[in-house]
């Protein structure tokens, strides 16, 4: 088997092309594997750990691509096919029918637009924003990257000129039934969310859909609105226009802890409207004294959605009575899984998509499990990895930072990234499970579960092999209506033999159960 690569000096091509070609690579003839990247230092360590990295391409910058291939064949034919490939897909691109490049050449195309998506490099990304609100359209800013001045700025200028801007760095917003990003299909209905978290905002939405509740508006914020610098001025439009909104009788508020003056602002806001509310910060509690009497205050995204539901008029009985028996029954569950694992299998690896999904088991860990966890996105410093490409003891990746993603798609939409760190942690002896979430909807990849489970499969075999189990445990994070199906992916994971939960936090529940 021969590995070899190329660098491609200063040549870019959109992270989704990249992907396209590399799946379209490994079906030449010979080549067993193959990466198409650009040069960051965070994907030369996933090179290398693919057994992908050469002296040749250790030399290459992020504006570089690097291209490898791993082949029985003959390695320059395989390289020719990668270029050639390239080259297809660039030319594809320019054959299509008219794509405007600017702002303003897309007003032309489309005059009734009233919102612009923006997800084009951070540096540039305020410059576009600024041209989209100066037009009069709301503004989703999906880049992440850019500066606290101009964030403040423009959300300044947002509010003195009746427009959101969503972001930096937001992922999801749903707005008169649109799904905007990373998104799923919800039904209309009595609840408005305001969140300051990407899957935050698609968790919580799925799960009052499960129980037969739709939304007026998902407005997402980006998780830097509720930091002191910016002091929450975009969440506040959010429930202001929530409030005055016939249609929402219920209010979701969703964020991590926001700075404490933050915090204060947010509550004599949400004090200005006798609509019920219910306040999600994950994983702490308002510190407040003076809480409102129509907020619910809750720290997790599961009671946050249910509880929402109930005061909407889900039937469904005493909330924490209901998360309390189903945990119960995760915890007989773990007790059989537990059960078959070897002497020295205790560690847990946990494989995120959603950075907010991350952060709730992380807190369901340490608060219920007193779990030391590993994170490249840890709740405290000093639970940081070292390496966010190895794992040491339990550990929860965050594989949607920007650590991951420079030069690569989000692996909400790619699965080779999980993929490959599946086969990985699969190969550890200590590791009892491996947990995962699955986030279908609008944006995200096709068909997941179909791809995700020929890793969990062969990551079972290995183990097989050196006669230990190896446990899975996922949660889905989506709608009947979605694309790819609520249904068909569980079921899907299901007869790969993973242990499919009702949410994040349960799966986060039966994780630790059988780890602690």
Not at 64 to 70: E, P
Not at 148 to 153: I, N, R, S
Not at 198 to 220: D, H
Not at 348 to 369: K, Q
């Amino acid at each position: 088997m021969t590995v070899k690569s190329i660098i491609k000096t200063s040549e870019y091509h959109d992270s989704v092309s990249l992907m396209l070609v590399a799946k379209e690579l490994v079906k030449f003839p010979g080549v067993q594997d193959a990466s198409v990247v650009m040069g960051t230092e965070s994907n030369k360590a996933l090179l290398e750990q693919s057994g992908l990295l050469t002296k040749e391409i250790k030399t290459a910058t992020p504006n570089d691509l690097m291209i490898s291939v791993k082949t029985d064949g003959n390695p320059d034919e395989a390289l020719a096919e990668a270029e050639k490939l390239l080259n297809k897909k660039a030319a594809a691109g320019d054959a299509l029918e008219f794509r405007p490049k600017t702002i303003r050449s897309a007003m032309k195309t489309l005059p009734d637009a009233n919102i612009c998506i923006i997800s084009i490099a951070g540096r540039y990304a305020a410059e576009e924003a600024w041209e989209a609100l100066f037009a009069g359209m709301h503004v989703l800013l999906f880049s992440d990257n850019v500066s606290k001045e101009d964030e403040l700025a423009l959300k300044k200028y947002g509010r003195d000129h009746g427009l959101l801007v969503m972001g930096p760095g937001a992922g999801t917003a749903i707005l008169n039934g649109v799904a905007l990003a990373f998104a799923n299909v919800i039904p209309a209905g009595p609840v408005g969310i305001v969140s300051a978290a990407g899957t935050g905002l698609q968790e919580t939405s799925t799960l009052l859909a499960k129980n037969g509740i739709g939304i007026t508006q998902g407005i997402g914020t980006g998780g830097g609105d509720v930091k002191k610098e910016i002091g929450g001025i975009m969440y506040i439009e959010g429930l202001k226009a929530l409030q005055a909104d016939p249609a929402t009788k219920v209010i979701l508020m969703v964020s991590k802890l926001p700075d404490e003056e933050v915090e204060k602002t947010l509550l004599e806001q949400v004090a200005k409207s006798s609509k019920p509310t219910v306040i999600c910060l994950i994983g702490g509690k308002t510190r407040s004294d003076k809480v409102p009497a129509n907020v619910t205050v809750v720290s997790t995204l599961e009671e946050g959605a249910l509880v929402a539901a109930k005061l909407a008029g889900a039937k469904m009985g005493d909330i924490k009575a209901k998360i309390a028996s189903e945990t119960r029954e995760a915890a007989a569950l773990a007790k059989q899984l537990k059960a078959t694992l070897k002497p020295g299998q205790k560690q847990l690896r946990a494989l995120f998509s959603g950075g907010t999904l991350c952060y709730e088991s992380e807190v369901i860990w340490r608060d219920n499990f007193d779990m030391e966890i590993y994170s490249n996105a840890p709740l405290d410093k000093h639970f940081k990895m070292k390496d966010s490409t190895r794992s040491e003891g339990n550990v929860a990746v965050d594989l949607g930072e920007e650590e991951f993603t420079v030069g690569r798609p989000h692996p909400m939409i790619d699965n080779d990234l999980r993929m490959r760190r599946i086969l990985q942690e699969a190969a550890d002896p200590s590791v009892a499970v491996i947990m995962l979430d699955v986030v279908i909807g609008y944006g995200a990849h096709p068909d997941p579960a179909t791809e995700l489970t020929k890793a969990i499969r062969k990551a079972m075999a290995l183990a097989k092999a050196a006669k230990r189990e190896l446990i899975f445990v996922a949660s889905v994070t989506g709608t009947e209506q979605d694309p790819q199906g609520l249904t068909r992916t569980t079921e899907i994971l299901q007869a790969a033999g993973v242990h499919v939960m009702k949410s994040n936090a349960m799966a986060s529940r039966l994780a630790g159960f059988i780890v602690a």
